[in-house]
């Protein structure tokens, strides 16, 4: 049972352009949600959450927008450059710190 | 923010041997999480460890196989027993900051383990 579901494996944008990563969910009792960066063989880095009380969350070129009642959020990455290539998971959180992740998303920038 | 460092970062160990992963963090934090992520896989809980009570391990994980200890508030031990090829992944270390307003949870580098 997969409660956090990133269904585009991979997506591939021009630098300069935005990025817009996809995570969806069943478990209504997640209450806070985060995106991590991640490169192969590393830990993985936040880069941004939020919490279910909020709908929007900016930090720099990086805003996670969250919709509660179709249980789905994003992540806007504005502008593009070809360092955010990598993994992008998303994860959330019931309370106490125990993630659940989404599969992970490729993003690919192209110079 | 919270430095977690893993050690080992990565080793290639026999089947059937076990191997402990150490994980630093340079606070004092309450809980700690030990998380698996095998090949091509997503990231998964292995098991919850808080300070001075056992381990609250996930579906599919058992004490025998991952025992962990927790000795105080900034180290935590994973061992991977008796291991065998399925074993290989990526082990990471995670730290919860400031668990009442929901915040951040931050990952060690990770410790890639790989039995042959």
């Known amino acids: 049972d997969q409660q956090v579901k990133q269904n585009s494996p991979s997506l591939s944008v021009q630098e300069g352009r935005i990025s817009i990563l996809n995570c969806d969910y069943t478990?209504?009792?997640?209450?806070?949600f985060l995106w991590y960066k991640k490169y192969p063989a590393e830990g993985p880095t936040f880069l941004i959450s939020i919490s279910s009380i909020k709908d929007k969350n900016e930090d720099g070129r990086f805003t996670v927008f969250l919709n509660k009642s179709a249980k789905h959020l994003s992540l806007h990455i504005v502008p593009s450059q070809p360092g955010d290539s990598a993994v992008y998971f998303c994860?959330?959180?019931?309370?106490?710190?125990?993630?659940?992740f989404g599969q992970g998303t490729i993003l690919t920038v192209h110079p | 923010s919270a430095v977690i460092s893993q050690k080992p970062s990565r080793d290639i160990c026999q089947r059937g041997t076990s191997l402990t992963i150490q994980c630093q963090v340079d606070?004092?934090?309450?809980?700690m999480f030990w998380y698996r992520q095998q090949p091509g896989q997503s990231l998964t809980l292995i098991a919850t460890a808080n300070q001075g009570s056992e381990a609250t391990y996930e579906s599919g994980f058992v004490i025998d196989k991952f025992p962990i200890s927790r000795p105080n508030l900034t180290f935590s031990t994973l061992t991977v027993s008796n291991m065998s090829p399925e074993d290989s992944s990526i082990y990471l270390c995670?730290?919860?900051?400031?668990?009442?307003?929901?915040?951040?949870?931050?990952f060690g580098e990770g410790s890639w383990l790989t039995v042959v």
């Open positions: 478990n209504s009792m997640f209450d806070y």
């Open positions: 994860a959330a959180a019931g309370g106490y710190g125990k993630l659940t």
């Open positions: 606070s004092q934090v309450t809980m």
């Open positions: 995670s730290v919860a900051v400031d668990i009442r307003s929901g915040n951040t949870i931050y």
